[in-house]
């Protein structure tokens, strides 16, 4: 079966999770791993092998100073519009088609390492984006493929730490998914090199994301308040909930005469209708369905505390304080609810161990009433049919608690990912970071993400609609582009919710981003306050090992509570079990836990 061309949407969601996107997309985001690999990662020989190395330079960052720039270097701006500029809407905010020329003869060779991807990019050398950015920058790039995933999918950094232990060093890292804590650790210690005065000089594309965004800043600092990563940023509205996103199936919905439940006793209700009357015909309805992939209590637990997505490990922050909430009483309260399910007969086992692939199948037979998914090409196939099962799938807002309690799992931290990491080796760090810049120059990020214009993709015509019902900037023809043609999302990028917004979608078959924005808004209204959401933080080199032990013991033994809770394995009505549950992560260190997250909460730039 064909893609369809708005698949790549999901894909446009960078590093927040979206899984089951086939056709290669997977790889095109390659930092999407799991906080525990990567976290793992952090601790790992390259690390040791790195501070050892570097054991002879100073650590003490002290106070950096504010960028002024390369001295009696003009600085660069802008680009004049493009000559043939495409329609932008009035309000529009983001990467522009400007016209540049190239600034190096290409006499001077750099190398840089970059993940492997056969599906997407082929050979990096040969690809056609490689080939274009040489053309419009005149900056000869030899790519040097060593990144490869291992079984489980996670990045395998065997290669990139035997290189950085051995001091055999490219000029640049593009899309290595390095932790925050390396980046902080090798800047600090010379590996990566400061950009600050840099960008100041070399990168008005940059400066003007700066400048539509001054909070961007602090998405690319160290702990010593300098930047060392030219890094892609991405404004993707429905993934902010998409960790903690619900669907029910409007036809079982109809079938049974229920409306969208409002309390968690009408989702009780409304389950015990999908056990009873079967609208999937099948005797095998499956009332509420989630997995491995997608946790229940990103949705559940919020009817009854603030609960944030996975990756920060049940931590919220409450007057500035870092909270764990999965040893509360609220959360208690939750555990009991979902309980209540299981002795109802609406939950089993299959709500914490049915993989993706189960879910998948569950859902294309029409089985699921409701499924927690990121999107609803999770719990059914995508086709370019409206009126097929994944189309049927509509949101479903988060429910109230009996003590009132109605938040959705959302997140207001950008999505980050892709950087570029320029090492102590390179003696023309200027040409990286001019040549990073370029690419975040509109007509550069469509063909790198979309393939050639005039054939994978164009500008839109004047009054054809975005998402919003605006002016379009730019529209797919084919996608995805025949593989070598591009980099999908392997370069730096800026995907503003403008631009996002700015793609082609026909009102009378709206688009598959647009279906998820609409999925999205009525989670907005119920979102927790930004003060109490977790920023993206970064933990120094100690407290990123000592996280990442933690993690590894705490992470697991929680979620394995969940499921013996919910299921009747341990009696959460019983207070001796659920004291015990709270002792043994007082044996495993919360407190120390939250600590750590503490003082990366203070310390982390913003």
Same mark, same amino acid.
């Given at each position: 079966?064909?893609?369809?061309?708005?698949?790549?949407?999901?894909?446009?969601?960078?590093?927040?999770?979206?899984?089951?996107?086939?056709?290669?997309?997977?790889?095109?985001?390659?930092?999407?791993?799991?906080?525990?690999?990567?976290?793992?990662?952090?601790?790992?020989?390259?690390?040791?092998?790195?501070?050892?190395?570097?054991?002879?330079?100073?650590?003490?960052?002290?106070?950096?100073?504010?960028?002024?720039?390369?001295?009696?270097?003009?600085?660069?701006?802008?680009?004049?519009?493009?000559?043939?500029?495409?329609?932008?809407?009035?309000?529009?905010?983001?990467?522009?088609?400007?016209?540049?020329?190239?600034?190096?003869?290409?006499?001077?060779?750099?190398?840089?390492?970059?993940?492997?991807?056969?599906?997407?990019?082929?050979?990096?050398?040969?690809?056609?984006?490689?080939?274009?950015?040489?053309?419009?920058?005149?900056?000869?790039?030899?790519?040097?493929?060593?990144?490869?995933?291992?079984?489980?999918?996670?990045?395998?950094?065997?290669?990139?730490?035997?290189?950085?232990?051995?001091?055999?060093?490219?000029?640049?890292?593009?899309?290595?998914?390095?932790?925050?804590?390396?980046?902080?650790?090798?800047?600090?210690?010379?590996?990566?090199?400061?950009?600050?005065?840099?960008?100041?000089?070399?990168?008005?594309?940059?400066?003007?994301?700066?400048?539509?965004?001054?909070?961007?800043?602090?998405?690319?600092?160290?702990?010593?308040?300098?930047?060392?990563?030219?890094?892609?940023?991405?404004?993707?509205?429905?993934?902010?909930?998409?960790?903690?996103?619900?669907?029910?199936?409007?036809?079982?919905?109809?079938?049974?005469? @229920?409306?969208?439940?409002?309390?968690?006793?009408?989702?009780?209700?409304?389950?015990?209708?999908?056990?009873?009357?079967?609208?999937?015909?099948?005797?095998?309805?499956?009332?509420?369905?989630?997995?491995?992939?997608?946790?229940?209590?990103?949705?559940?637990?919020?009817?009854?505390?603030?609960?944030?997505?996975?990756? #920060?490990?049940?931590?919220?922050?409450?007057?500035?304080?870092?909270?764990?909430?999965?040893?509360?009483?609220?959360?208690?309260?939750?555990?009991?609810?979902?309980?209540?399910?299981?002795?109802?007969?609406?939950?089993?086992?299959?709500?914490?161990?049915?993989?993706?692939?189960?879910?998948?199948?569950?859902?294309?037979?029409?089985?699921?009433?409701?499924?927690?998914?990121?999107?609803?090409?999770?719990?059914?196939?995508?086709?370019?049919?409206?009126?097929?099962?994944?189309?049927?799938?509509?949101?479903?807002?988060?429910?109230?608690?009996?003590?009132?309690?109605?938040?959705?799992?959302?997140?207001?931290?950008?999505?980050?990912?892709?950087?570029?990491?320029?090492?102590?080796?390179?003696?023309?760090?200027?040409?990286?970071?001019?040549?990073?810049?370029?690419?975040?120059?509109?007509?550069?990020?469509?063909?790198?993400?979309?393939?050639?214009?005039?054939?994978?993709?164009?500008?839109?015509?004047?009054?054809?609609?975005?998402?919003?019902?605006? #002016?379009?900037?730019?529209?797919?023809?084919?996608?995805?582009?025949?593989?070598?043609?591009?980099?999908?999302?392997?370069?730096?990028?800026?995907?503003?919710?403008?631009?996002?917004?700015?793609?082609?979608?026909?009102?009378?078959?709206?688009?598959?981003?647009?279906?998820?924005?609409?999925?999205?808004?009525?989670?907005?209204?119920?979102?927790?306050?930004?003060?109490?959401?977790?920023?993206?933080?970064?933990?120094?080199?100690?407290?990123?090992?000592?996280?990442?032990?933690?993690?590894?013991?705490?992470?697991?033994?929680?979620?394995?509570?969940? @499921?013996?809770?919910?299921?009747?394995?341990?009696?959460?009505?019983?207070?001796?079990?659920?004291?015990?549950?709270?002792?043994?992560?007082?044996?495993?260190?919360?407190?120390?836990?939250?600590?750590?997250?503490?003082?990366?909460?203070?310390?982390?730039?913003?």
């Amino acid at each position: 079966m064909a893609k369809p061309s708005y698949a790549h949407d999901v894909a446009m969601c960078g590093s927040n999770g979206v899984t089951n996107e086939g056709d290669g997309q997977m790889a095109d985001r390659l930092t999407t791993l799991s906080r525990r690999t990567m976290l793992a990662a952090t601790a790992s020989a390259g690390m040791v092998a790195t501070t050892s190395m570097l054991a002879g330079c100073s650590s003490d960052p002290g106070t950096p100073e504010e960028p002024k720039g390369i001295e009696n270097v003009p600085v660069k701006e802008l680009g004049p519009e493009a000559s043939d500029s495409p329609f932008y809407p009035d309000d529009y905010v983001g990467p522009r088609a400007r016209d540049y020329e190239p600034f190096s003869d290409g006499a001077t060779e750099l190398t840089i390492v970059v993940p492997q991807n056969s599906n997407i990019v082929g050979d990096w050398n040969t690809n056609g984006f490689s080939k274009w950015m040489e053309a419009r920058t005149g900056v000869k790039i030899r790519y040097q493929s060593v990144l490869t995933q291992g079984a489980d999918g996670a990045a395998d950094l065997t290669k990139i730490n035997a290189m950085i232990g051995a001091g055999e060093l490219p000029d640049a890292f593009l899309g290595v998914p390095f932790s925050p804590a390396q980046i902080s650790l090798y800047g600090e210690q010379g590996l990566f090199l400061p950009l600050d005065d840099l960008i100041v000089t070399y990168a008005p594309e940059l400066r003007q994301v700066f400048e539509d965004d001054p909070d961007l800043k602090g998405n690319l600092k160290s702990l010593d308040g300098k930047t060392y990563q030219f890094k892609s940023i991405s404004d993707c509205y429905h993934c902010r909930v998409s960790p903690g996103r619900a669907w029910v199936h409007q036809d079982h919905l109809e079938d049974v005469g @229920a409306s969208l439940p409002t309390t968690t006793e009408d989702l009780r209700d409304l389950l015990r209708l999908f056990k009873e009357k079967d609208p999937s015909g099948t005797g095998a309805m499956v009332p509420m369905a989630a997995g491995v992939d997608n946790r229940v209590d990103t949705y559940i637990m919020n009817s009854f505390i603030q609960t944030p997505a996975p990756d #920060q490990n049940w931590m919220v922050v409450e007057d500035g304080q870092v909270t764990f909430v999965a040893n509360t009483p609220q959360w208690r309260e939750g555990l009991r609810y979902l309980r209540s399910l299981f002795d109802d007969g609406l939950i089993d086992s299959g709500l914490f161990t049915a993989t993706a692939e189960e879910v998948l199948r569950m859902g294309n037979q029409g089985r699921i009433g409701v499924g927690r998914a990121y999107y609803q090409g999770e719990l059914a196939d995508i086709t370019d049919s409206a009126t097929d099962t994944w189309a049927r799938y509509v949101a479903l807002p988060p429910v109230e608690g009996p003590e009132g309690v109605r938040l959705s799992c959302w997140s207001d931290n950008l999505i980050t990912g892709i950087p570029l990491l320029i090492t102590n080796k390179c003696t023309n760090p200027e040409l990286l970071v001019q040549w990073a810049d370029y690419q975040l120059e509109l007509t550069a990020q469509c063909n790198s993400q979309a393939g050639e214009k005039g054939t994978d993709w164009d500008w839109a015509d004047e009054g054809q609609v975005g998402l919003t019902g605006e #002016q379009a900037v730019w529209w797919n023809k084919k996608y995805p582009p025949d593989v070598g043609k591009g980099w999908g999302q392997l370069h730096i990028y800026n995907f503003s919710r403008s631009y996002r917004d700015g793609i082609v979608s026909d009102p009378d078959q709206p688009h598959f981003e647009r279906r998820l924005q609409e999925a999205t808004e009525p989670y907005e209204e119920l979102r927790p306050d930004r003060e109490t959401q977790l920023p993206t933080l970064i933990f120094d080199e100690v407290a990123a090992t000592d996280q990442a032990t933690s993690e590894q013991t705490i992470v697991p033994y929680v979620e394995q509570a969940i @499921a013996e809770f919910a299921l009747g394995r341990r009696n959460i009505n019983d207070d001796a079990v659920w004291d015990e549950y709270v002792s043994t992560l007082d044996k495993m260190g919360i407190e120390r836990f939250i600590e750590l997250y503490q003082t990366a909460y203070d310390t982390t730039p913003r």
